[in-house]
């Protein structure tokens, strides 16, 4: 099941930003979530000394083999995974190099996760001459979500695969849906390095929850609240509605114990700049800040790399 004859394979797939919803989302509540304008690509070619994947754009060289002699244990796993799940198991079928690329930046709540997951499929799918439909890929994406978070919603992979804006529901049949914006919505992203991992942040609230499972039923139903007049406010194009549910959605974050100093830092400079309001977004504890500014961004832009943070303007677009 090798190259036959394409010298050169590609798949590609979108980061995210989670709207509303985060974290409760683990527990059933629905999230909203929006895909991103970047995100990665993959290029599979043809390599005797591999299977390799190298990702030049994420620094540190890395360079992953699926025996995890080259380090980067989560990566490596994911990449031998995936390859099964191609079904590029023969030494011969396995002689290949992937080539990542993109401008996400990885692990800040941005879906680098999911995105390098989709990417990889749809590029090894093409390389094997049958390329993975997006029901296939959402099953085998979700696999290799388990690999770097345990035991996640499914909402990143969801968007990495189907682009969009979607309300997503785990246990739901279908855990999507669409949803309706009226006016595009423009956002600032910031985003300082992670003090822990997505994972440590969603053990770390479950070791809470179960300590106190009926108190944080309650803020999880507040934040799928939220989340659902969130929808409403995007489908009305009330920007200052949306701004407020951002904040209140920050505000029950920080309640969870996911917002790290650096979250809130960001959310504090975000609306000395003109924001309507902000939020983390993705798994916290550091990672990243979403915050609704409709006028001029350069100003947050500004404040926050003279912070030491990363940022950039994006907006999700209009339906
Ligand atoms: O991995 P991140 O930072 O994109 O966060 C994912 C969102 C969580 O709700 C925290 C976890 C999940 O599986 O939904």
Not at 82 to 109: K, Y
Request: hydrophobic share 50%.
């Amino acid at each position: 099941m090798a190259a036959r004859g394409a010298p050169m394979a590609t798949g590609a797939a979108p980061g995210k930003v989670i709207l509303f919803g985060e974290h409760a989302a683990v527990y059933g509540r629905p999230a909203i979530a929006a895909a991103l304008g970047s995100g990665l690509g993959a290029v599979v070619q043809a390599d005797a000394a591999g299977p390799v994947l190298h990702i030049p754009a994420w620094g540190q060289n890395v360079r992953v083999r699926p025996d995890g002699t080259g380090g980067f244990e989560s990566l490596s796993k994911a990449f031998a995974a995936a390859l099964g799940l191609a079904g590029l198991d023969t030494p011969e079928a396995r002689r290949v190099g992937v080539t990542m690329d993109g401008e996400l930046p990885p692990s800040v709540g941005l879906g680098s996760s999911a995105a390098f997951s989709v990417a990889l499929l749809r590029a090894l799918g093409q390389w094997r001459g049958r390329p993975f439909s997006d029901a296939e890929i959402l099953e085998a994406a979700f696999a290799l979500e388990t690999v770097f978070h345990g035991s996640p919603s499914g909402v990143d992979h969801t968007v990495a695969t189907l682009g969009g804006c979607l309300r997503f529901e785990r246990g739901r049949t279908p855990a999507y849906s669409p949803v309706a914006i009226a006016v595009p919505v423009p956002l600032v992203v910031a985003f300082a390095p992670r003090e822990s991992a997505g994972r440590q942040m969603v053990e770390g609230l479950r070791a809470r929850h179960d300590a106190l499972p009926a108190v944080y039923a309650r803020i999880f139903d507040a934040i799928g609240e939220i989340a659902e007049a969130g929808v409403a406010a995007l489908a009305a194009g009330d920007l200052p509605r949306l701004g407020q549910l951002f904040t209140l959605n920050h505000d029950l974050l920080r309640a969870c114990g996911v917002a790290s100093a650096a979250n809130d830092a960001l959310v504090a400079l975000a609306r000395q700049h003109g924001a309507l309001g902000a939020k983390l977004t993705g798994a916290g504890g550091g990672g990243s800040v979403i915050a609704l500014v409709p006028g001029d961004p350069e100003p947050l832009l500004r404040a926050c790399v003279a912070g030491g943070y990363g940022a950039f303007a994006t907006r999700v677009d209009a339906t």
